[in-house]
Structures are given as C-alpha cells and as structure tokens.
T-cell receptor, first 113, second 112 residues
Framework: DAKTTQPTSMDCAEGRAANLPCNHS???????VYWYRQIHSQGPQYIIH???NNETNEMASLIITEDRKSSTLILPHATLRDTAVYYC??????????????FGAGTRLAVHP | KAGVTQTPRYLIKTRGQQVTLSCSPI?????VSWYQQTPGQGLQFLFE???????NKGNFPGRFSGRQFSNSRSEMNVSTLELGDSALYLC???????????FGPGTRLTVL
C-alpha cells in the first residue's frame, strides 16, 4: 500500500492561507491523492482529489508535484471552522481496492484568531 | 441530495450483547464501506459491500459482519461485544468502484 506522511500538527492564523503538505513517495501511476478532513467526532468530509494535475474547487486547491511524490492542500483563507484533522490518502486498486481507504494519523490543523 | 445517513447515532450496550447498525447510502450509490474509529487505532477499514456482495474486507475478527440489501442500504453486526468495540462506526458510500466516498455522521457505540 502506498503510505503517506503528514506533519502531526500545524497552526494557521484566521484569514491566512493554510498549506498542508503530504509525502507519498511510493505512489503508483494509477493511484489518486485524496484529501478528507474530520471535525471533532463527525464523519470525515471529502475535500478534493487529483491524479496528476493541480485541482481547485470551492473548498481548496490541491497541488501535486510533477513526480507525484508529494502534494499540498491549500485552504486559501482559513477560518475557525477549518480547525480539524486533515487526512491525505492515496487511493487506487494497488492500495487494496478502490473503496478501501487507508487513513493515517493526519494533520491536526488549528486555526486561531 | 440527501447525504449518507446512519442509525442510531448513539448506542450503549453491555459486554456479550450484539448490536446492529444501519447505513443508508446516497441515492444512486451502490457501494457501502464501513470503518471503525478508536482513539488508539484511528480509522480502520472493516469491509465493503457492492451489489449485495462483500467485495473487500479488513483485518477484523469474524464477530464483525455485514450485509447489503437490494436497495443498497447496509447493516453491520457485531456479536459478543467486547469493551474494545467501543468506537465510532462510520459508513461511506460511493457510486461504484473508482469513485469518491462520502461519509455519514457515524454511530457512537459504547460497550459497558
């Protein structure tokens, strides 16, 4: 299974951009990078995913390096409600089946006033 | 479109009992996966059902089982409950295979 490495915790000031890094050096060619977040004791919330190209939606942007060994999730203007645990997941058939998500410990993002 | 729903949201059981949790996927979604979340082990994959068949299974004992109905709704059952089964049980649905999974709010199970 492709493993991901994320910092344990990060801080961000409200209104500033939050940049959350993720290393996935063993990713295979057909594996996607997914980001979810979990606000205390709620179900994980899907944020964004990508294969090779950078992606943007109403919640965030995902920047994937050209060699695909790492990526960065960007929350452009963090708010207090973005305080959560953010999970970077590599997903694909090589990971054990498309619908078997393997969660790591994630990054605990604290947004402060 | 309604999201994934799980019932009940909270449950308290005693050791040795069994429990059944229910999950209704997003309309049109045929794949349902179950996960267990505990403070010690984090989020772990239990199993996945697609078209009423178990398609994938995690590393959990046989006390954990599930099924899926023709309308894609799914149930998971835990028999002979142990204290360590206290956890947040999460259900996620997706349309088919390589598709984004969306999670429900979870069922908080406490075993006394």
């Amino acid at each position: 299974d492709a493993k991901t490495t994320q910092p344990t915790s990060m801080d961000c000031a409200e209104g500033r951009a939050a940049n959350l890094p993720c290393n996935h050096s063993t990713i295979s060619g057909n594996e996607y990078v997914y980001w979810y977040r979990q606000i205390h004791s709620q179900g994980p919330q899907y944020i964004i995913h990508g294969l090779k190209n950078n992606e943007t939606n109403e919640m965030a942007s995902l920047i994937i390096t050209e060699d695909r060994k790492s990526s960065t999730l960007i929350l452009p203007h963090a708010t207090l409600r973005d305080t959560a645990v953010y999970y970077c997941i590599v997903r694909g058939i090589i990971s054990g089946g498309y619908n078997k998500l393997i969660f790591g410990a994630g990054t605990r993002l604290a947004v402060h006033p | 479109k309604a999201g994934v729903t799980q019932t009940p949201r909270y449950l308290i059981k005693t050791r040795g009992q069994q429990v059944t949790l229910s999950c209704s996927p997003i309309s049109g979604h045929r794949s349902v996966s179950w996960y267990q979340q505990t403070p010690g082990q984090g989020l772990q994959f239990l199993f996945e059902y697609f078209s009423e068949t178990q398609r994938n299974k995690g590393n959990f004992p046989g006390r954990f089982s599930g099924r899926q109905f023709s309308n894609s709704r799914s149930e998971m059952n835990v028999s002979t409950l142990e204290l360590g089964d206290s956890a947040l049980y999460l259900c996620a649905s997706s349309r088919t295979g390589p598709d984004t999974q969306y999670f429900g709010p979870g069922t908080r199970l406490t075993v006394l």
